[in-house]
Nanobody, 126 residues
């Protein structure tokens, strides 16, 4: 059983930056595909970014390409989401998730993930 704990959310002005962290425990971190999702009020949870087990392959939803960067540190069992040039429409609860799978694969569907964190709120003011 993998436990995931997010941190780093908060209130930021438009154009600002935040770095989210997700610390994993209870499993072999390097054996999991990791992803970030977000859910705004009244909306469904949506995919943001994913990274393969080694971190060599990443994928992003179009709306965050060029602004967000996902990375992982196996020594710290942590996955990060660096968010730059934030916009009010980025406001949401951000969740990290872990998925079993093959080594050189990423996953974009929420249903493909096996473990979820509790979420961290990101609010971007205009």
């Amino acid at each position: 059983q993998v436990q995931l704990v997010e941190s780093g959310g908060g209130l930021v002005q438009a154009g600002g930056s935040l770095r989210l962290s997700c610390a994993a425990s209870g499993g072999a971190f390097s054996n999991y595909i990791m992803g970030w999702f977000r859910q705004a009020p009244g909306k469904e949870r949506e995919f943001v970014a994913t990274t393969s087990m080694s971190g060599s392959i990443t994928s992003y939803t179009d709306s965050v390409k060029g602004r967000f960067t996902i990375s992982r540190d196996s020594a710290k069992n942590t996955v990060y989401l660096q968010m730059n040039s934030l916009k009010p429409e980025d406001t949401a609860v951000y969740y990290c998730a872990a998925a079993r799978g093959r080594r050189y694969v990423t996953k974009r569907g929420a249903g493909e993930y096996d473990y979820w964190g509790q979420g961290t709120q990101v609010t971007v003011s205009s």
